[in-house]
């Protein structure tokens, strides 16, 4: 299998773009379903195959402008972007997502170079562990909102935070009109920073930059997720930039991608009209959740190539194969479920029927 | 019979007035204290839900439907009442509160900011600063409470009848004007607005009783009223539990039918006259049809009507409930012969046919009354004008053009003439041609693309193999300009494809 460009880009064979479309579909099936991410199963999907995680991580930001440009059209139609409060927090996104692409380049840069390890094991190893302890903190919660909002005093998502900051007053405080909230700059500075850094780093920003919209700024859900797609659009348009500068996008998977994701967002959002609230959330976490163990599972290959634990190479195979079986298993079971909700509810929509009952 | 509801924030003036508008009516004062006990006793938590919606956090679905049953309380409670007797309630959603009658007189009590604050500085013994503070407050607290619960602006003038100020009037003689505009022929009962109350009360008490169950305590529904014909719609996921709302509603006492619609959205139709065999409605069935959607329906009628009369689509097909005393007979015997001759009978059989009938209004004044008499607070997806400014034959384009410009600021949603139905949400001619040539231009980008990957990719890595700096510079702006090239190209193949299949 020859690869392109001294080994930076892997050989395209129809193979591999079936595997890359179908990781494009799947995500996009969670992403429109769930409303955000789908990055979590993609940018993982695609190290899987063989692409470097710095250039898994470009692709797939260019992959997230496009389709939250077209997304957020649609939200912007039904009046769910607030653009003051996406645009104040791209403010620090874009400072973030160049950071991200700073530490990643010395992580890319910096390994494989006389310790014995393969190029880009260090910014490999780098994405997983944030990978993992981002996502396994959002999956958990979610999980335990779930259990929690099952007792009926359970009044929806926790507000301690938003209660906390309100406390705080910390000045200035500025008033965001489509979400009816005031919040102090700094805290949206912040949270721009962070969820920018994170989409920079492993694509997945809408993880943070919805709950943050929620639980910190106590923004409505739909005004959280339209306005996170909007600010997406510009995080991508970013960090596409810079990726795109350092020349480490791979424009081939970036039109995989959207081969399949494209269809996906659009069963996975047909979805949610049919599917109920807490369904959505319990399957969004499974789906993570084993998304987490996947990368943790792939793990020791990094650590390994790195030489920082002393394993057989030959077991990298293995771990990499049992890493690819868990995000697949986990990926194709969830689109599938939603899949099945859909075409059962596609099928259903014809069977239902308005109920008359006249003459009491 | 008299109804007046006063607006009002947290200065003593309002409830002084009420009390003595109640005392010069010889009627009940109810407060909004008075509902909100009642209700907590009655098992609604109004408390959580004031928390929540004060400290702003976010409605879940099941607080979405704690909301809707504290203002059916809120309706059943007043409208009880009002049927029987005058009243005077007071409450910071005063003028919210009995929505769609025209008989209610809703007033806005205010005072000056220095005023309320050397008041609560003294009432609360506390420094003129804090109560500033606190005023300021109580006014942002109510203002999200009526944004949140009824979506929209406390202080917007036009839901007010009258705003009385305590600068320059006293308690005494504004609930002595208050009693005499009260008294006055638009604010007294009529045989039209005393069913409208009825109606009001119905779908109150139904909305309750489904609320009140254990197996549909925590079904999203939303249920309308008319003579007695009860409307109900559901959403889709809910089929198996609302099997249970005939049953329940069955002890609900004033109910003569139900129309039970499943719909996971609402489209609300506007016209003057009705076609139901023209292409343009076809198309509206077929849309209510792919999206699982209730159709509201309103007629508009040029001649100024006293009210929007909310009904069902079973009056229509039912027979005449008893009871409704001779003028309401001959005014609905005109109404009916007016509305049948503009083809709104022949419009709502075809939805209740095709399971998509959601609830249908009369208005009067036009389309202008349109914009004044469907409240914001009203949930659509999509809102569909037919045919409008029909007199109006040259200028009737752009009326209609600003008209549906009006509607979209107004309920902030997708607004469309019927003629545009077919070209924006259904497969046609436009879309096929859309759908072959998105997918010929997306074979051409990908052809192209994947037979010289290794010149693209080479091209691509500028960045990572010294490249110069317009090398650089040349990729970046590629890929800047050729990924939402791609997006859309793909975007739009797969749009119309699903649109053709009927998956939307």
Known sequence: MSELVGGLFIHMSWSVALQVALLGMIGGILSGFIGSGGAFFMTPGMMNLGVMGPMAVASNITHKFGKAMVGSKKHGEMGNVDKKLSIIMLITAAVGIRLAVWVMKLLFAGAGDGHGGAKGAGANLYISLVFVIILAVVSLSMLRDIVSSRKKEETGPSTKIVDFLARLKLPPTIYFPVADVNVSLWVVLICGLATGYLAGTIGVGGFIGVPAMIYVFGVPAAVAAGSELYLAMFMGLWGALNYAWEGMVDIRLTMILYSGSLLGVYLGAYGTKVVKEVVIRAVTSIIIILCVLSRMVATPAYLQQLGLINTDPAWNTWFNLASKILLYVSGTTGALLILFFVLRAYWKRRKIEASLTLGR | ?504
């Not at chain 2, 559901?234 to 005939?246: D, L, M, N, T």
């Not at chain 2, 005393?325 to 075809?350: C, H, N, S, T, Y």
């Not at chain 2, 003439?417 to 010929?440: C, H, W």
């Open chain 2, 1 to 504: 019979m008299q109804i007046v509801c006063i607006s009002r924030g947290s200065y003593d003036y309002s409830k002084t007035l009420a009390e003595k508008l109640a005392g010069k009516l010889g009627c009940a004062c109810i407060s909004r204290e008075m509902i909100t006990d009642t209700a907590t006793d009655f098992g609604i938590p109004v408390g959580r839900l004031e928390v929540a919606v004060l400290k702003n956090r976010p409605i879940t679905e099941g607080m979405a439907i704690e909301v809707d049953l504290f203002k059916a309380f809120v309706t059943t409670y007043l409208c009880e009442r009002a049927l029987n007797e005058s009243l005077v309630y007071h409450g910071r959603t005063g003028h919210l509160v009995l929505p769609g009658l025209s008989h209610v007189l809703r007033v806005r009590a205010i005072a000056e900011m220095d005023a309320r604050v050397k008041n609560s500085a003294e009432r609360m013994n506390i420094s003129w600063e804090k109560a500033k503070q606190y005023n300021v407050q109580v006014d942002e607290d109510i203002r999200r409470w009526v944004r949140r619960l009824y979506n929209v602006d406390w202080d917007d003038p036009s839901l007010y009848d009258m705003t009385i100020s305590a600068s320059h009037l006293s308690e005494e003689n504004a609930a002595a004007i208050l009693m005499n505009m009260a008294q006055m022929p638009e604010f007294t009962i009529t045989p039209a607005s005393r069913q409208a109350l009825q109606d009001l009360l119905l779908a109150a008490r139904c909305r309750l009783a489904i609320g009140m169950e254990t197996g549909t305590q925590d079904l999203k529904v939303s249920v309308q009223a008319r003579k007695g014909e009860v409307s109900v719609t559901y959403p889709p996921q809910e089929e198996r539990r609302a099997k249970e709302i005939p049953r329940i509603l069955g002890q609900v006492p004033g109910m003569q039918s139900l129309v039970c619609t499943v719909a996971s959205s609402n489209i609300l139709y506007v016209a003057e006259t009705f076609q139901a065999e023209s292409p343009e409605f076809t198309h509206l069935v077929e849309i209510a049809e792919k999206w699982n959607a209730a159709v509201d329906v309103v007629h508009l009628s040029s001649e100024a009507a006293p009210e929007a009369e909310p009904e069902s689509a079973a009056p229509l097909l039912a027979a005449k409930s008893a009871g409704d005393g001779g003028i309401l007979d001959d005014r609905d015997a005109g109404q009916a012969q007016r509305i049948k001759k503009e083809g709104v009978p022949e419009v709502m059989d075809k939805l209740i046919q095709a399971g998509r009938a959601g609830k249908l209004r009369n208005i009067g004044g036009g389309p202008a009354g349109l914009v004044t008499q469907i409240p914001k607070t009203e949930s659509y997806n999509l809102i569909v004008v037919g045919e409008v400014f029909a007199e109006k034959k040259l200028s009737k384009q752009r009326l209609k053009r600003d008209f549906l410009s009006l509607l979209a600021d107004k309920f902030r949603v997708p607004v469309l003439g019927t003629e545009d139905l077919k070209s924006q949400y259904l497969f046609g001619p436009r879309q096929l041609v859309s759908l072959i040539g998105s997918l010929a231009l997306a074979i051409v980008i990908y052809a192209l693309a994947f037979t010289n990957q290794e010149p693209v990719m080479k091209f691509m890595a500028a960045g990572q193999t010294h490249g110069s700096f317009g090398a650089k510079v040349a990729a970046t702006v590629f890929v800047l300009a050729f990924t939402p090239i791609v997006a859309f190209t793909v975007g739009a193949f797969y749009k119309n494809l699903l649109k053709l299949l009927k998956i939307e």
